[in-house]
Each structure stands twice: as C-alpha cells, then as structure tokens.
C-alpha cells in the first residue's frame, strides 16, 4: 500500500529528530485507518518517543489495529500477523501469526500470499510442507506481480545457467519495483 503524504510527513518529522510533530502526525494516519500508523503510534507511546511514556495509549492503538484487521483490511492483517510472528510490540504468538497471515493472504494480499508460500514451502514457523498449496500461493502472488514471487519465477525460467526471454521480462519487472537482487542478476546479464 502506498502510504499518504501526511505518513511520509510524519516519518521525515521523525527522521529529522523532531518525535513530538512525527507523533503528532502520524496519531492523524493511524486515525484515519493505517495500519502501519497504528502500530508505529503504539510503539511510540510505549517507548515515549514525542511524549511520556503511555502504556494506555500504546494498547489503545494496537486494539484499533486489530479492529482494522477484524473488518478485513489485509494490509492490517498482515502487519497484525507480522507482529505476533516476531513478538513487535505485541507477544510472541505463531498460532495468531499464522491465522492472520492466512487472513490476509486469503484477501488478496501479495507479500502474505509469497510468504505463506515460502512457509508452506519450507515446513516454516508450524506449517507442514505442502508444496501442491505453496505453489497455489506463489501462482496468486505472481499474478500481483509480487516482486519477490516474480524474481523466484524468473530464477526458475534460467536454463543452462542462462535467463530466458520470459526469465528476463520477470527480472526486469521485479527490478523495476525496487527489488534489488532482480536488479542485480539483471545486470549480470544485461550489461
């Protein structure tokens, strides 16, 4: 998801060591719905960046991030699941991680969709290896040219340690998104 104006207003504010306008800011984004806000607004009240500490607060902003990821938003379930997978701010939890990584891959989210595959695919973080679903979830991600699904198709296309046409145009496209490994194999053989 691209993130609006004023979320980028709110990160520069941050990043130029002004936390009380960034929290400000980004208080406004997380208001409005994203999902990425929430949890950065959260984190900055738990930690009392651009205002005393908050523990109230920082829950506050997490149980409105749930919300949104119980209505539906798959960006929201996805970052939702990101958070219990790697215990962010929220407690470490692979069972609820799982089931909103699914939520979300199941609503049409690409990077959920490449990661469920590449657990699926892996036997990681308590899935059973089932190559049959993680392709599925691979194919669906590709269809949303996910730059990181569309890289692993391409270094599938490769033949005799060569890319093919079609194995080029994936790079090209996944590069073009900012994916930088395309763009480096990309001028390995471009150049």
């Known amino acids: ?14 990043d130029d060591g002004n936390a009380k306008r960034a929290l400000h800011l980004m208080e406004k984004c997380a208001g409005q719905g994203d999902p990425v806000a929430c949890f950065l607004v959260a984190l900055w009240y738990r ?22 990821a119980d209505d539906g938003d798959a960006e929201a379930q996805w970052e939702l699941g990101q958070h219990y997978r790697f215990g962010n701010l929220l407690p ?20 959920a969709q490449h990661h469920l595959a590449w657990y699926l695919e892996t036997g990681q973080h308590d899935y059973a ?18 730059p990181e ?17 079609e194995a080029l145009m994936l790079l090209k496209k996944a590069a073009g998104k900012g994916f930088r490994p395309a763009a480096d194999v990309l001028r390995l053989f471009t150049h």
């Open 149 to 165: 699904t569309m890289y692993l198709f391409a270094c599938r296309k490769f033949r005799d340690g060569q890319p093919t046409e």
């Open 92 to 111: 470490h939890d692979i069972d609820r991680a799982n089931h909103w990584l699914e939520r979300s891959a199941e609503r049409g989210y690409a990077e």
């Open 129 to 146: 290896v089932d190559r049959d679903a993680a392709e599925t979830w691979y194919r669906r991600a590709l269809m949303q040219e996910h």
């Open 1 to 14: 998801m691209k993130r609006s104006d004023q979320f980028i207003e709110a990160m520069d504010a941050y």
């Open 47 to 68: 930690d009392g960046e651009g205002t005393a500490v908050d523990i109230e607060r920082s829950a506050q902003w997490l149980a409105r991030l749930e919300r949104i």
